[in-house]
């Protein structure tokens, strides 16, 4: 991300993106009657205003410490003078989720300046970095980017710059969004959104929820209970039965998703929703969707021969970091296990998801590799865990435990490095217990 | 990382790998590579592991995320009222299909416009409201449905087919004034117009497969395999398919109403005919008895001109229903019952032919007589050489001296062929009796 260089003048009076239409800077006159000061350095900085879209500046975060972003747009702010915006920026060492609109205030003018030294230093450091180390950098960079062009990833990015939706109300939680997501046109012109907690019906304006909520005869999601222990439940509802669900379901999973895709309907698709359970009814925690084998290979929808046992993966920001995403993933690998199948995800992973997933394999497959005895073949460790062989190699690759030694392939299981690496892992997340599983697959439903 | 200095040999996932249980085997091993050496040192090397792994972990716990706070009306807006019950939840039918729920939620739009309905006093709750939008798009869907205008895909606005009256009545039950009803219908068909689509997501058709907006979201999948052969590919079970066929049979079924139209047409231009028909027997029956009354002497005669006992089968048919027609009429029966005709037409046809065929006697008596539909005019070199000759002052020398047969055909005054039947001895014509006689042999003289 930010990859595009922004050239910039010396002497910090413009700082436009090349070729950047729309990018002309008002006269400085313009700008000394918006702002008075006596200041030299003031009026200097004022003569910057307003900044342009690719300007490189540094923004007070809410950590109260200052991070380079960028400028990716800005907006007259109402009510204000001519030359008052306020500018959406994006943090160059973030990830886009925290993308925001800024005041003014926030950003360091002085900083415009000495954007240029910052870059020179970056290159510096980076010419310095070991071709290892660069690629390092590279993929933790573009993680979750691995399968789209860059054509197509320029093109994402720019129909999702910007957030349109800022906050979500859902249930007892308001929500800041962490990307873009294409609501109908109707929803254009606003900046947050009420969703009903069960139906996930979304509107304007808090009376309208409230009118709503009175009305709204669902406790929990529209479809069948096929997993409870404690106050978890695994709800499973058809995206064909339940249509208007599904797209509420994916309009708002979309605010938290980069590369989720609502291109196409939601009818092949099946999705699990997990809730936890109070006398209010069923709150959503999280959800995984997953394409309809059976469905799939009657439409002959493509990959459907690549055992994707997960479309899109979600847990809510307010139950995250709490081990509900390894139970969401674990409980897609035991629907696999009942289909007697082997999945993976579908590509590409977010950040967040792939470190879920590698922790994920790497506990289970550990724990294996700590208790068996004997030889064992990667095709055995997928059968027992219905990670595909492929994952399941990755993953031991990664961690480097598969060695070579006298012409053939060993795995190295000694139990201070399992145990490093299981601790590296990070918690289990929350188990799943298959006795409460009560589910028959697709296929076997009449 | 761990670059080996020779390419291993692909990994085979079915084969059985050694696990090694502890390092030190690896240490242990007279392994002749450094490289190798090294890898294994590196890993077991806690502080070498450490980098490998603390990027991920870091990772893991410092990505950041946006924020989120409590909502403080949470516990006033949803209620206590959820008990689970102890088997696990099924689903009941999608509420589309239960069909109570009121699915339509009001828009600040809608909020807007009843405050200011109700600007005076509560007119209309939003409540109201509400389920009436929802009747009302519901309403016009199924209108369109009817109509057969269900794009499956949106291509072109989708237009507004509910008229007010079939809303008014639908709106009924929520006993609401008329005339609140005719300000929400106009207000909705003015949103509804400038949508261009329905309002209620639900019934809004998809965007085409081949669009490529990115903001048009849930477009149903187009195929994405092609059939093996053309004759697979021709008869395709998919939706375009499905909506040709759909045409097609709104094609056939309006060709169906108009052809229906068309018979009920021509059975009314028929029966109109037959009663025209039925109308001029019953003045001609009516005449010929008067006439038969004053001249006893005429004897029933030979249809009116060759041609109508010609062979052909229509001829006889059209000769049946006049006779069957006339029999009706005799029967006091004022108009001749087409349906019975039609029901079954060979048996009594056939009947009537035996008693009654040859009684086609009618003629044009009268200037002022319609004219009879079956008949065509005489021709009078026909006429001659069958011997039937123009009305003369003595019919009787003409017979005697022309033929020696007991009967010959004249024209008689009123334009009608007479054929007369003398007796020899009494010099008289002979009375049957019965209007009804058949005379012996009236063929052979036809086909000369």
Same mark, same amino acid.
């Given at each position: 991300?930010?990859?595009?260089?922004?050239?910039?003048?010396?002497?910090?009076?413009?700082?436009?993106?090349?070729?950047?239409?729309?990018?002309?800077?008002?006269?400085?006159?313009?700008?000394?009657?918006?702002?008075?000061?006596?200041?030299?350095?003031?009026?200097?900085?004022?003569?910057?205003?307003?900044?342009?879209?690719?300007?490189?500046?540094?923004?007070?975060?809410?950590?109260?410490?200052?991070?380079?972003?960028?400028?990716?747009?800005?907006?007259?702010?109402?009510?204000?003078?001519?030359?008052?915006?306020?500018?959406?920026?994006?943090?160059?060492?973030?990830?886009?989720?925290?993308?925001?609109?800024?005041?003014?205030?926030?950003?360091?003018?002085?900083?415009?300046?000495?954007?240029?030294?910052?870059?020179?230093?970056?290159?510096?450091?980076?010419?310095?970095?070991?071709?290892?180390?660069?690629?390092?950098?590279?993929?933790?960079?573009?993680?979750?980017?691995?399968?789209?062009?860059?054509?197509?990833?320029?093109?994402?990015?720019?129909?999702?710059?910007?957030?349109?939706?800022?906050?979500?109300?859902?249930?007892?939680?308001?929500?800041?969004?962490?990307?873009?997501?294409?609501?109908?046109?109707?929803?254009?012109?606003?900046?947050?959104?009420?969703?009903?907690?069960?139906?996930?019906?979304?509107?304007?304006?808090?009376?309208?929820?409230?009118?709503?909520?009175?009305?709204?005869?669902?406790?929990?999601?529209?479809?069948?209970?096929?997993?409870?222990?404690?106050?978890?439940?695994?709800?499973?509802?058809?995206?064909?039965?339940?249509?208007?669900?599904?797209?509420?379901?994916?309009?708002?999973?979309?605010?938290?998703?980069?590369?989720?895709?609502?291109?196409?309907?939601?009818?092949?698709?099946?999705?699990?929703?997990?809730?936890?359970?109070?006398?209010?009814?069923?709150?959503?925690?999280?959800?995984?969707?997953?394409?309809?084998?059976?469905?799939?290979?009657?439409?002959?929808?493509?990959?459907?021969?690549?055992?994707?046992?997960?479309?899109?993966?979600?847990?809510?920001?307010?139950?995250?970091?709490?081990?509900?995403?390894?139970?969401?993933?674990?409980?897609?690998?035991?629907?696999?296990?009942?289909?007697?199948?082997?999945?993976?995800?579908?590509?590409?992973?977010?950040?967040?998801?792939?470190?879920?997933?590698?922790?994920?394999?790497?506990?289970?497959?550990?724990?294996?590799?700590?208790?068996?005895?004997?030889?064992?073949?990667?095709?055995?460790?997928?059968?027992?865990?219905?990670?595909?062989?492929?994952?399941?190699?990755?993953?031991?690759?990664?961690?480097?435990?598969?060695?070579?030694?006298?012409?053939?392939?060993?795995?190295?299981?000694?139990?201070?490095?399992?145990?490093?690496?299981?601790?590296?892992?990070?918690?289990?997340?929350?188990?799943?217990?298959?006795?409460?599983?009560?589910?028959?697959?697709?296929?076997?439903?009449? | 990382?761990?670059?080996?200095?020779?390419?291993?040999?692909?990994?085979?996932?079915?084969?059985?790998?050694?696990?090694?249980?502890?390092?030190?085997?690896?240490?242990?091993?007279?392994?002749?590579?450094?490289?190798?050496?090294?890898?294994?040192?590196?890993?077991?090397?806690?502080?070498?592991?450490?980098?490998?792994?603390?990027?991920?972990?870091?990772?893991?716990?410092?990505?950041?995320?946006?924020?989120?706070?409590?909502?403080?009306?949470?516990?006033?807006?949803?209620?206590?009222?959820?008990?689970?019950?102890?088997?696990?939840?099924?689903?009941?039918?999608?509420?589309?299909?239960?069909?109570?729920?009121?699915?339509?939620?009001?828009?600040?739009?809608?909020?807007?416009?009843?405050?200011?309905?109700?600007?005076?006093? /509560?007119?209309?709750?939003?409540?109201?409201?509400? =389920?009436? $939008?929802?009747? *009302?798009?519901?309403?016009?869907? +199924?209108? &369109? #449905?009817?109509?057969?205008?269900?794009?499956?895909?949106?291509?072109?606005?989708?237009?507004?087919?509910?008229?007010?009256?079939?809303?008014?009545?639908?709106?009924?039950?929520?006993?609401?004034?008329?005339?609140?009803?005719?300000?929400?219908?106009?207000?909705?068909?003015?949103?509804?117009?400038?949508?261009?689509?329905?309002?209620?997501?639900?019934?809004?058709?998809?965007?085409?497969?081949?669009?490529?907006?990115?903001?048009?979201?849930?477009?149903?999948?187009?195929?994405?395999?092609?059939?093996?052969?053309?004759?697979?590919?021709?008869?395709?079970?998919?939706?375009?398919?499905?909506?040709?066929?759909?045409? /097609?049979?709104?094609?056939?079924?309006?060709?169906? =109403?108009? $052809?229906?139209? *068309?018979?009920?047409?021509?059975? +009314?231009? &028929? #029966?109109?005919?037959?009663?025209?028909?039925?109308?001029?027997?019953?003045?001609?029956?009516?005449?010929?008895?008067?006439?038969?009354?004053?001249?006893?002497?005429?004897?029933?005669?030979?249809?009116?001109?060759?041609?109508?006992?010609?062979?052909?089968?229509?001829?006889?048919?059209?000769?049946?229903?006049?006779?069957?027609?006339?029999?009706?009429?005799?029967?006091?029966?004022?108009?001749?019952?087409?349906?019975?005709?039609?029901?079954?037409?060979?048996?009594?046809?056939?009947?009537?032919?035996?008693?009654?065929?040859?009684?086609?006697?009618?003629?044009?008596?009268?200037?002022?007589?319609?004219?009879?539909?079956?008949?065509?005019?005489?021709?009078?070199?026909?006429?001659?050489?069958?011997?039937?000759?123009?009305?003369?002052?003595?019919?009787?020398?003409?017979?005697?001296?022309?033929?020696?047969?007991?009967?010959?055909?004249?024209?008689?005054?009123?334009?009608?062929?007479?054929?007369?039947?003398?007796?020899?001895?009494?010099?008289?014509?002979?009375?049957?009796?019965?209007?009804?006689?058949?005379?012996?042999?009236?063929?052979?003289?036809?086909?000369?």
């Amino acid at each position: 991300m930010g990859s595009i260089d922004t050239p910039s003048t010396e002497n910090g009076s413009t700082a436009t993106l090349g070729g950047a239409g729309d990018g002309h800077l008002l006269p400085a006159s313009d700008s000394a009657g918006y702002a008075p000061e006596n200041d030299v350095g003031r009026k200097r900085k004022a003569s910057v205003l307003p900044l342009e879209v690719g300007t490189r500046v540094m923004c007070r975060w809410r950590d109260g410490k200052f991070h380079p972003v960028k400028v990716i747009e800005r907006r007259k702010m109402h009510g204000t003078g001519p030359n008052e915006y306020e500018y959406y920026v994006h943090y160059t060492e973030f990830n886009r989720r925290l993308d925001e609109w800024v005041k003014l205030e926030q950003l360091d003018l002085d900083s415009v300046e000495t954007v240029v030294d910052e870059k020179v230093e970056d290159k510096a450091t980076s010419l310095k970095m070991t071709r290892h180390q660069k690629r390092k950098i590279d993929e933790t960079h573009v993680e979750g980017h691995e399968e789209l062009d860059a054509a197509s990833l320029r093109e994402h990015e720019e129909f999702t710059k910007v957030k349109n939706i800022a906050t979500i109300e859902l249930g007892r939680y308001e929500i800041e969004t962490w990307y873009f997501s294409p609501f109908p046109p109707e929803y254009n012109d606003c900046l947050k959104l009420y969703f009903c907690e069960f139906c996930l019906t979304f509107m304007k304006r808090k009376e309208q929820l409230q009118r709503h909520m009175r009305k709204c005869d669902l406790k929990h999601p529209p479809g069948d209970e096929i997993y409870r222990s404690g106050t978890l439940s695994m709800f499973e509802i058809d995206g064909k039965k339940n249509k208007v669900y599904g797209q509420n379901l994916c309009y708002l999973a979309k605010l938290f998703l980069d590369h989720k895709t609502l291109y196409y309907d939601v009818d092949l698709f099946l999705f699990y929703v997990l809730c936890e359970c109070d006398d209010r009814g069923c709150h959503m925690v999280g959800y995984f969707s997953k394409i309809q084998e059976q469905k799939a290979k009657v439409e002959k929808e493509k990959h459907s021969e690549e055992s994707y046992n997960l479309a899109c993966i979600l847990t809510l920001p307010p139950y995250q970091r709490k081990g509900y995403g390894k139970f969401l993933i674990a409980f897609s690998y035991e629907l696999s296990k009942k289909e007697s199948k082997v999945g993976t995800p579908e590509r590409p992973l977010s950040d967040l998801g792939l470190v879920s997933y590698r922790g994920y394999w790497t506990r289970v497959l550990l724990d294996i590799l700590k208790k068996h005895k004997g030889n064992i073949s990667i095709k055995e460790l997928s059968d027992m865990t219905a990670i595909k062989a492929e994952d399941i190699l990755t993953t031991l690759q990664g961690l480097e435990l598969i060695q070579y030694r006298k012409g053939q392939h060993v795995i190295c299981a000694d139990p201070k490095v399992l145990d490093r690496h299981l601790k590296a892992a990070g918690r289990g997340g929350l188990e799943v217990d298959v006795s409460k599983l009560i589910w028959t697959p697709y296929k076997e439903q009449s | 990382m761990s670059r080996l200095s020779f390419r291993p040999r692909p990994l085979d996932i079915h084969k059985k790998l050694p696990i090694v249980k502890s390092v030190k085997e690896f240490e242990d091993d007279e392994t002749p590579t450094s490289t190798r050496n090294s890898q294994i040192m590196r890993l077991a090397a806690e502080a070498d592991t450490e980098v490998q792994q603390v990027p991920t972990k870091k990772v893991a716990s410092e990505i950041p995320t946006p924020e989120f706070v409590v909502v403080d009306t949470y516990e006033r807006d949803y209620s206590r009222t959820f008990s689970q019950p102890t088997s696990y939840l099924r689903a009941r039918g999608a509420r589309a299909e239960l069909g109570e729920f009121v699915e339509y939620d009001v828009d600040n739009e809608d909020e807007d416009w009843i405050q200011e309905f109700n600007e005076e006093k /509560v007119l209309l709750t939003p409540e109201i409201f509400e =389920t009436a $939008l929802f009747k *009302l798009e519901i309403l016009d869907h +199924k209108a &369109r #449905e009817r109509a057969g205008i269900i794009t499956p895909t949106l291509g072109s606005p989708v237009p507004v087919l509910l008229q007010f009256d079939a809303a008014a009545e639908a709106l009924l039950p929520l006993s609401i004034e008329y005339g609140i009803s005719q300000c929400i219908y106009d207000y909705w068909k003015e949103k509804r117009e400038r949508w261009q689509k329905p309002i209620l997501r639900r019934l809004q058709p998809p965007p085409p497969s081949n669009d490529t907006n990115p903001y048009n979201v849930f477009r149903p999948r187009e195929k994405a395999h092609r059939l093996h052969t053309r004759r697979m590919q021709r008869r395709e079970n998919n939706v375009q398919s499905f909506e040709k066929l759909r045409q /097609v049979r709104r094609n056939l079924d309006q060709a169906k =109403t108009l $052809l229906e139209a *068309l018979i009920k047409r021509e059975e +009314k231009k &028929r #029966e109109v005919t037959e009663s025209e028909v039925s109308l001029q027997r019953i003045q001609m029956k009516y005449k010929h008895e008067t006439e038969l009354l004053e001249d006893s002497l005429a004897l029933s005669g030979f249809p009116s001109f060759p041609g109508k006992f010609g062979s052909s089968e229509e001829e006889f048919v059209d000769s049946d229903d006049v006779a069957y027609s006339r029999q009706n009429a005799r029967q006091n029966t004022p108009f001749s019952d087409t349906k019975l005709v039609m029901v079954s037409p060979g048996s009594i046809k056939r009947e009537f032919r035996r008693r009654n065929a040859p009684n086609g006697w009618l003629q044009k008596l009268d200037p002022l007589e319609p004219v009879l539909l079956f008949t065509k005019p005489l021709v009078p070199e026909k006429l001659a050489a069958v011997g039937i000759v123009p009305p003369s002052s003595s019919p009787m020398t003409n017979i005697a001296s022309v033929r020696s047969q007991s009967f010959h055909g004249r024209i008689g005054r009123g334009g009608r062929i007479v054929f007369d039947r003398w007796n020899p001895l009494l010099h008289t014509p002979i009375d049957c009796g019965d209007t009804f006689y058949i005379p012996p042999k009236p063929r052979p003289s036809m086909h000369n």
